[in-house]
């Protein structure tokens, strides 16, 4: 049987709106295939990026778009609000993408790796929202794209990527390479060859501790991780599993799951007829306590999510204006909520893994000021942590709040109903929450 195209308008049309396709109570959280879900235990390897060192390979569950051609810069600046005039072959950016009403699209990391050519990887959202306007506004730019695993069909990823971590990840480097390898600022690369492969070293790394990335490719996957884990040895370095990496954006305050803007302007019916209906943009879950018919309510201004050292207005782009009139109309603020451990253990979790994307309400009194995004157990610390939006004027650090804690059914109850739901008491804190994430680790 042939495979018929479903396209997302097509979902949405038979579904009866944006929210009634993608409202799934109950979803599992989502964890990156192929690794094992756990090597050390996930709480020892929470607490060892926190004290050692950990090796994560990230080869299976990203998403990779090569860009390459005379015009795709120019196509790159055109969708996006970086500067992509000031970008060094070697640097990566966090790329953000925003449609005309302002709201984005989802990051992205772009990798300028030659002089015509970028690598644009992460949630397929961002790579979509390229790919279709490089086609749609005849660019000169050759482009492929590398899914996550479950769309390879068993096929290998094109690249590897490994992230050394944690306090000892230097050590383990100078190790690996037989010294410190070249001066390299953050979010810039620098070629290295270990164990006779040649590679790239990206200044990087996750939960608010210095590392890199090694990216290269997949061919050269086995060599590489053998070598930097023989070196890692002496170091104690542990291999990060599914779970334990699905929570390590938490302390470093990256929002992993922003709801792309593209689901009602009628300026964007075509783009929504190009993309498939099985697709991030068709298939990523919302659920939690926060219910709305309206999908606008759940999008997100790059300003709210951090992304203002990434914004440029020197060019034009898509959302252009908009972005820059939402700069001085931004009313939530990014925070993390510690979790009251007592109203947690009432829930019946105890001290068992948690990892939930869900929307829960975030309330003061009876007003509603916020949602969550992502909430994790994280061991070290014996806390739940929850990366949220709040109202600006509920942002201080020592805020209390509630966190309503369920899964709202559904089109047709009242998205404000009492549904019996647990309350959480919650404390505002920054975000990130580490304090080496906050202060230190973007200096250089």
């Known amino acids: 049987m042939a495979w018929e195209f479903v396209s997302l308008q097509q979902g949405i049309d038979e579904a009866g ?33 926190r004290t050692d060192v950990t090796l994560s390979d990230l080869s299976f569950h990203m998403s990779d778009t ?18 992509v005039e000031n970008f060094e072959i070697g640097q990566a950016k966090q790329f953000v993408p925003v449609a005309a009403d302002g709201n984005i699209i989802t990051d992205g990391i772009l990798l300028r790796d030659g002089e015509e050519s970028f690598v644009l990887s992460g949630v397929p959202a961002a790579q979509n929202w390229v790919t279709s306007h490089a086609v749609a506004g005849g660019y000169d730019v050759e482009f492929s794209t590398d899914g996550s ?10 690249l590897f990527r490994m992230q050394v971590q944690g306090p000892r990840a230097l050590d383990v480097v100078h190790k690996a390479f037989g010294g410190p390898l070249p001066e390299t600022k953050f979010f810039h690369s620098t070629p290295v ?7 790239r070293a990206l200044r990087h790394g996750m939960a608010g501790q210095a590392g890199y990335e090694f990216i290269g490719d997949y061919a050269d996957h086995d060599a590489a991780k053998e070598a930097l884990t023989a070196a890692g040895e002496e170091f104690g370095i542990s291999l990060v599993g599914a779970l334990s990496y699905a929570t390590n954006g938490i302390e470093s305050g990256w929002i992993p799951t922003p709801t792309p803007a593209i689901y009602t302007d009628p300026s964007l019916a075509d783009y929504r007829q190009r993309l498939g209906l099985f697709t991030y943009e068709g298939q990523n879950p919302l659920y939690g306590s926060f219910y709305s018919d309206r999908i606008e309510d759940y999008y997100t201004s790059p300003w709210e999510l951090g992304y203002g050292r990434s914004i440029s207005f020197n060019h034009d782009f898509i959302g252009r204006d908009a972005l820059q009139a939402a700069k001085d109309q931004v009313h939530r603020t990014k925070v993390t909520l510690e979790l009251d451990a007592d109203d947690v253990r009432a829930l019946g979790a105890d001290d068992a893994y948690l990892n939930n994307y869900g929307r ?20 070290p610390l014996g806390r739940v942590l929850a990366l949220s939006l709040v109202e600006t004027a509920h942002a201080a650090p020592g805020t209390q709040v509630e966190v309503v804690w369920g899964d709202h059914p559904g089109h047709g109850t009242d998205p404000d109903a009492d549904l019996g739901f647990p309350r959480i008491r919650a404390t505002v804190q920054p975000a990130p929450y580490d304090e080496y994430a906050r202060t230190t680790y973007r200096k250089d």
Request: net charge positive.
């Open 149 to 158: 695993m479950e769309f390879r069909f068993g096929e290998q990823p094109r």
């Open 17 to 49: 709106s944006p929210i009634r396709l993608l409202w799934k109570p109950g979803s599992e959280p989502w964890k990156p295939p192929v690794i094992d879900d756990e090597y050390a235990g996930w709480r020892a390897e929470q607490a060892a990026w």
């Open 193 to 199: 060859t270990l164990a006779g492969r040649s590679f």
């Open 66 to 83: 090569f860009l390459r051609g005379p015009d795709a810069r120019r196509l790159l600046g055109a969708v996006s609000a970086n500067n």
């Open 360 to 379: 829960q309400r975030i309330e003061a009194g009876d007003e509603l000021v916020g949602t969550t995004f992502q909430a994790a157990r994280i061991a």
